[in-house]
């Protein structure tokens, strides 16, 4: 028998000799010496991922055509034409695309805009940062827009419903609620295990910065008030006076489609949240029957000299004559749209809205990237990624990402808006032409682009509201920066490239986890914690202090286990001693594949004992020939794909112990 040190010996030298044949001596029963050669030593450590498999590494987008030395005249000249019209199809796809997430946005308000503007009237609960950080989401998720939650919380502080310092945590919550759209984009694209990966990785990454920032820098804000003191000494130092308004350059293009579609009173929602009864009866969707009334003197008839005025009558046979003063109604339309002077709820239209919008998004989206596909190959590939991804010659590299950060906020300030720019690049993550790591300061550029809009915004203010809105736009500004200075310049604490990687990781391997985050970051988490701060701050503190100090420890014995495992006890080196279910995401994906499974059409999956391997699972019989594909290779995962999915998942779902589940 070995002893301990032994063993450690031996695996320490088998770790030494990875990657190489070994070869281990055996006795046989008649004496002689039989050989066994393995073809490879494995580690202990099951995390280990070849760098041939890597998830994150960007696909090799190959030209399967002739190449162009090859064509004749005729055929160039085809290639030429057809590249021209790909792209213009290109250009349409995109402008349908924005034009639906606009649609998307305003189908939002009008399903959940007044509940929005309600939810500002409770003045006691924004007093609460917490609670103000949460109202900011869920206000930004259910309008699908922070320029619009943004205005409101201005317009409150303009007309001093609202304190400044008050409105700041609601400004981060609107930061937070903005990122929801991309991760919706991103959901759409299932598809292939590998996109799905890259792309709810790219998505995810601003979701992570946001909501890191905000728990960084709201407690700072709390104790120092630096956001509020910083905004108010930079107004005080520059005479700042009322310019002219911010520029609409994207809605110039777009909204001669999207106006004939929908126009909405959006003023409707601020006069709600600034406490107006009459507001709560009127419709969002604008009316766009105006009219206008005019008093002339006109010869009327009347039935007998009694009605007649005193200056002037007449007889006309049986009946009299007389001129009094008539009101002539004129009846004008200052808009033209699809549901004007519609009998139709606001929720009515806002669902019809959502389907469509949401059909147009699908489409949109599917075409997109096919085109994407079939334009980047070859050549054009080559530059593109080139020029997105490349950095600078040394020793300038480290210029790169700043420049993507000018060239985010650029974008941004010319969409006038975080949540197209961002969800148009989601795409283009997916497929591999933008790398995470370069996504990730494009997303921060695009914090900042956004807010420029909202400051230039603020300087249409009138002068008596000028200086409280320009500092509610400054504080977002700034807020920015703030994470910006936090989570960037130093690389290991880019954090959340790491945080969205294992997610995209895990999502890849759960599909249906991108639904369940979507409902928990955006819905399930921030209604949760509105409750307990409507029932007071001792509560809130009652509960969420104790969460939040076990989320705490369970992600430093995480990290123990990962990096300084001989640091912990024996039994807390792994989660294994915790039931299945506390540790692994496993449990819950076998009850909803069940589920799924049985429904009528769905792919079957044969039993493990009808394989000759029972050590590997089964390949899947389809039971209908209709079954969609997709859903086969959900199901259909044969070893390799199970054995990769779980380390490319690092353990994440089971403490980040590397255990396979």
């Known amino acids: 028998m070995k002893s301990s040190q032994d063993h450690g010996d031996s695996n320490g030298k088998a770790n030494e000799n990875f990657g190489e044949p070994s070869t281990s001596s055996t006795s046989a029963g008649n004496g002689s010496i039989v050989r066994n050669t393995s073809e490879l030593n494995l580690p202990e450590n099951e995390n280990w991922l070849p760098e041939e498999v890597d998830p994150w590494a960007l696909p090799e987008l190959k030209d399967t055509g002739k190449k162009w030395k090859e064509l004749n005249g005729k055929e160039r000249v085809l290639r030429v034409l057809i590249n021209i019209s790909k792209f213009l199809i290109l250009l349409g796809l995109l402008y349908l695309f924005i034009c639906s997430l606009s649609i998307l946005s305003d189908a939002f308000k009008l399903l959940g805009g007044k509940t929005a503007g309600n939810i500002f009237t409770n003045n006691s609960l924004l007093s609460n940062p917490v609670a103000g950080v949460v109202i900011g989401i869920l206000v930004t998720v259910l309008v699908q827009s922070s320029s619009t939650s943004t205005s409101i919380v201005v317009s409150m502080v303009s007309a001093g419903l609202l304190k400044v310092n008050i409105a700041i945590p609601i400004i981060m919550g609107s930061n937070v609620g903005t990122s929801v759209t991309n991760t919706i984009v991103a959901l759409l694209q299932a598809g292939d295990r590998n996109v799905y990966r890259r792309a709810f990785a790219g998505a995810t990454v601003h979701d992570w910065f946001n909501w890191l920032s905000v728990l960084v820098l709201l407690p700072i804000e709390v104790a120092s008030g630096y956001l509020y003191r910083l905004t108010k000494a930079l107004l005080d130092a520059f005479h700042i006076k009322s310019g002219e308004e911010a520029p609409d350059l994207l809605k110039v293009i777009t909204n001669p489609l999207t106006k004939k579609i929908i126009q909405l009173d959006k003023k409707v929602i601020e006069e709600i949240a600034k406490g107006t009864l009459t507001a709560q009866n009127k419709s ?378």
């Not at 080196?573 to 009850?591: E, G, V």
């Open 284 to 661: 969002l969707i604008k009316d766009c029957v105006k009219s206008s009334s005019v008093t002339v003197l006109k010869n009327v008839t009347v039935m007998n000299e009694t009605l007649c005025s005193i200056f002037s009558c007449w007889e006309q046979g049986s009946n009299f004559s007389t001129e009094n003063n008539v009101t002539i109604t004129h009846v004008t339309s200052e808009c033209d749209h699809l549901f004007k002077s519609t009998n139709l709820s606001d929720t009515a239209v806002g669902i019809i809205l959502l389907v469509l919008s949401l059909l147009i998004l699908c489409l949109c989206l599917i075409f997109i990237v096919k085109v994407l596909h079939s334009l980047l190959r070859g050549q054009i590939a080559v530059v593109i990624k080139k020029v997105i991804n490349t950095d600078f010659p040394f020793p300038f590299g480290w210029l790169s990402g700043y420049l993507a950060i000018v060239v985010g906020a650029g974008m941004t300030f010319l969409v006038q808006s975080s949540s197209i720019f961002t969800s148009a690049i989601t795409p283009l993550i997916g497929i591999g032409v933008i790398s995470i790591e370069r996504a990730y300061p494009l997303t921060l550029g695009s914090n900042i682009g956004t807010t420029t809009t909202a400051v230039l915004a603020s300087l249409a203010s009138s002068g008596d509201k000028l200086m409280q809105s320009l500092q509610i736009a400054l504080c977002h500004l700034f807020f920015n920066i703030s994470g910006i200075i936090i989570f960037y310049p130093i690389p290991f604490m880019r954090v959340p490239i790491k945080l969205a990687k294992m997610l995209g990781n895990l999502t890849a391997k759960y599909r249906w986890f991108a639904v369940l985050y979507l409902l928990i970051a955006f819905f399930l988490l921030p209604g949760v914690v509105l409750g307990l701060s409507v029932a007071g701050w001792k509560v809130l503190l009652g509960v969420g202090l104790p969460l939040l100090l076990l989320i705490i420890i369970v992600v430093i014995i995480n990290i123990l286990q990962s990096r300084r495992p001989r640091w912990l006890p024996q039994k807390l080196r792994t989660w294994n001693f915790l039931p299945l279910w506390m540790h692994s995401l496993k449990p819950l994906d076998n009850l909803i594949m069940a589920v799924w499974r049985n429904r009528p059409g769905f792919c079957k999956r044969k039993s493990k004992n009808d394989d000759v391997n029972a050590e590997k699972p089964s390949k899947t019989t389809s039971g209908n020939t209709n079954c969609s594909q997709d859903i086969a290779e959900y199901s259909n995962q044969t070893f390799d794909d199970v054995k990769n999915s779980d380390r490319l998942s690092h353990g994440m779902d089971h403490g980040l112990n590397g255990t396979w589940l």
